[in-house]
Every structure is written in C-alpha cells, then in structure tokens.
C-alpha cells in the first residue's frame, strides 16, 4: 500500500469525515447518519473468478472503507457503506466497483448460510437448503462512494453502460442492468456545491479544486480562515 493510499484511507476513514461525506452527497448535507453509529467491518473478500483454463483462481479484493451504519438506537445494522479512494482515474470503475458491492452482498449470504447451521435452523424445502438463504432472510444494501482525490477532471466512465460499445443494439442493453458510480470529484464540483460539506473535508476538497491555479488557490485560502486550522 503507497503512502498515499494510507493516508486517503485513515482520513476518510475518521468517523465524522465519513458520515459527512455520506450526508452531504446522500441527503444534501442533512445528518442522517451519525458518526457514532458507524463501525468498522473487515475490508478483505475473496472472489473466484476463471481463468482461460476454466480453472478457480482466488483472488483477494480489499476494500478501501467500509462500515457498517445502525440505526439510531444503535441496536440493528441499517445499511453498509463503503468508500473507494482514488487519487488518479480509474477507467473501469464501474466494474471494480460492481465487483466490490457483489462480494458485500455475497458475504452476507455465505454469513447467513452458516448462521443457519451453526443454530441447526430448518430449511423448509430442498431450494431454501441448498441455496443456504432463507425465504425470510433479506440483505443490507451496499452503498459506494467513490472519492477522487485528484484536482483533474474525471474523465473515465462513471456507469457501466458507458463501457459498451456503441454498435450494440439498444433492444439487447435493456436487458443487460447498468451500474453507476456515486463519485465525489473536486474538479466536477463547484465551490457552492461542496459546501453541502461540513466537516474539513470541504476545505480539503475546495483546496484540491483550486490547487492546479496558484492565484485561485491563494485567494481561496486567503478568504477562508479554517485553511489556517488544517
């Protein structure tokens, strides 16, 4: 892991950052989650994909954040909410991303699965015993964002269908389901809209936006005293 990725990783990590980011992208900036509600799960899955051979290759994807979000009694798991850092562009995002929130979700029903063992709970029929998830289990949802630390434009596809080629038939795409990503990047943002922001992670971002004009980045950091706090 680059030094870099470390220190994206423990600062967006921090409890109040992260539900900032979520509240300000999610709720446009009201606090529906607290930071307080929030707990660290482990970022590591394990995927199997296939090799030209048909063979299983593991392969072990980790996460950049991920957190679990309860509600407001602090009692049962709500959602998960996952962050993605990226200090340059990714052009397969939607993919990576894709595969990351599939492994979460994966997780759950592999966790599920050996919950029902592990109790000796009764399947009710041969599909609820072979699959190892109930007809009465539900998912928590995934919810990624993906945040650009760079002060370029993000130039990459933001959705999967945006991957395609374009001489596909739209009548066949209708039937193939798209994947966007939520992406957070200074430079497609204005000063207005990052205010959505409350914790320093506004200023953090708003410096990112300005840092490729030194005038510009100057004079933002003239105007606001909290650059003299970070």
Known sequence: MSKKDSITKYYIGNPTRFADLFNGFCFNGAERVLPGNLRDIDTTGVVIPYGTDGVAVPTQKHRDVLKTLTKTDGKATYCILGVENQSEVHTAMPVRNMLYDAITLADQISALSASHKNNHDKASDKTEFLSGFHRSDKLLPVITIVVHWGADQWDGPVSLRQMYSKEIDDNFLKYSPDYHI????????????????????????????????????QALVDSDPKYNEL
């Open 182 to 217: 939520n992406l957070v990047s200074p430079a497609l943002m204005s000063d207005e809209e990052l205010e959505i922001f409350q914790s320093d992670l506004r200023e953090v971002l708003k410096f990112i936006k300005h840092s490729k004009d030194k005038q510009s980045m």
